[in-house]
């Protein structure tokens, strides 16, 4: 990747990661939701999953990104940003699955929170299973032998790559998830990429680490489905 990014040149790989994760970005201004057209939401994402559904609402408009197949469909019934939960999984053809609207948060500036964790090899058999699929290394705190948090990073493109924190029980209320993501974010934006941090809006927690980490809520949104079962 390039060098790290500031001021202005942050902002434009922020509309970078945008395009290419959904296909095109900024939104069109004179429809309410901007539906695209793209592979890439046939080809696999971060995990070896597909993700058949992505979308983002920034507050001047929203864009949904789906397989080129279903657009039309989608189009036809992509009245609104807020009710596009109810109506995307019937149009995309999965009709049991489960769409959600969720925070989109992006960091220009962590905060300077000390270092806390150090990178270690998601098969290191000290770690919990959910960080194993994010591959490469994952940024830890170890009490010991014992894992205590600790952040795994999905890069869903070589502009933007997403944050993923878990704390054990036993170890929450010491700051840890905040500063771990502070300095995770400092790693991203070394490698010259924009942090990004989604949560469910319901997750105060979450919040808070994000938050605390330098990431503010502007009111964005994003959009998700569960990925789209393999054969």
């Known amino acids: ?35 695209v057209g793209t592979d890439a939401r046939t080809s ?3 995990d070896g999953a597909v993700h058949d559904v992505v979308g983002v609402a920034s507050l001047s408009g929203a864009i949904v990104s789906v397989p080129p197949a279903v657009a039309a469909a989608v189009r036809e019934v992509a009245r609104s940003w807020q009710d596009l939960p109810r109506v995307l999984p019937a149009a995309v053809g999965r009709p049991d699955a489960a769409a959600y609207l969720g925070h989109f948060r992006w960091c220009a500036t962590p905060t300077g929170l ?27 705190v170890l009490d010991g032998d014992h894992y ?12 933007g790559i997403e944050i993923a924190i878990g704390t054990d029980p036993a170890y929450r209320g010491r700051g840890l998830a905040a500063r771990l ?13 924009v ?6 809006p319901a997750n105060i927690a979450s ?11 502007l009111g964005w949104q994003v959009l998700g489905m569960a990925p789209e079962p393999g054969p």
């Open 1 to 35: 990747m390039g060098a790290p990014l500031d001021g202005p040149a942050r902002s434009d790989a922020l509309d970078a990661f945008l395009r290419t994760w959904l296909g095109e970005w900024p939104p069109d201004a004179a429809s309410a939701v901007t539906v």
């Open 44 to 46: 696999p994402g971060w």
């Open 114 to 140: 000390p270092d806390v964790g150090a990178w270690v090899p998601v098969n290191d058999p000290r770690l919990p299973d959910w960080l194993r699929p994010f591959g490469g290394e994952a940024l830890v």
């Open 148 to 159: 205590a948090a600790g952040v795994g990073l999905k890069r869903h493109n070589e502009f």
């Open 181 to 193: 993501c502070a300095q995770a974010a400092r790693h991203i934006i070394a490698e010259g990429a």
């Open 195 to 200: 942090p990004i941090y989604l949560h469910d």
């Open 207 to 217: 919040a808070r680490t994000a938050d605390a980490a330098g990431f503010p809520h």
